[in-house]
């Protein structure tokens, strides 16, 4: 199936988006206000221009995207629907979905897990 690696490709949009924004929030610089205008429209827009708020609503959309994703990958996995073939995980109590499932395949975050657990 191709859901596992377009997760991974969501959460990756999602880190670069949020590394942009951290890149910005932590080397940029307010523009300079004139002498008479010091209303607080005036020092809103000396901190953030139209293309930070861009930036600013790229992020939330990326981080809704990828939580929407990764809901909809949860669903799937425990309905057994992915990967093709699978048996339903939601029989059982005791099996969860793991985040890791958003960087690697479903075998490899529970291989990882399960070396974590022992000793």
């Known amino acids: 199936g191709c859901i596992g690696p377009m997760m991974t490709?969501?959460?990756s949009m999602c880190l670069a988006d949020v590394g942009a924004l951290a890149a910005y929030l932590s080397l940029a610089t307010p523009r300079p206000l004139?002498?008479?205008d010091h209303s607080a429209l005036a020092v809103l827009e000396a901190i953030f221009g139209a293309w930070e708020l861009v930036l600013f609503a790229s992020?939330?959309?990326q981080l809704a995207l990828c939580a929407s994703c990764?809901?909809?990958y949860r669903q799937l996995r425990l309905t057994g629907l992915y990967?093709?073939?699978a048996r339903p995980m939601g029989t059982s109590k005791g099996e969860r979905v793991s985040v890791l499932e958003l960087?690697?395949?479903a075998e490899d975050a529970s291989r990882i897990a399960q070396s974590c657990d022992s000793p």
């Open 9 to 11: 490709i969501v959460f």
């Open 34 to 36: 004139s002498v008479s």
């Open 59 to 61: 992020v939330a959309l």
């Open 70 to 72: 990764w809901r909809i």
């Open 83 to 85: 990967p093709p073939g």
């Open 103 to 105: 960087v690697c395949e």
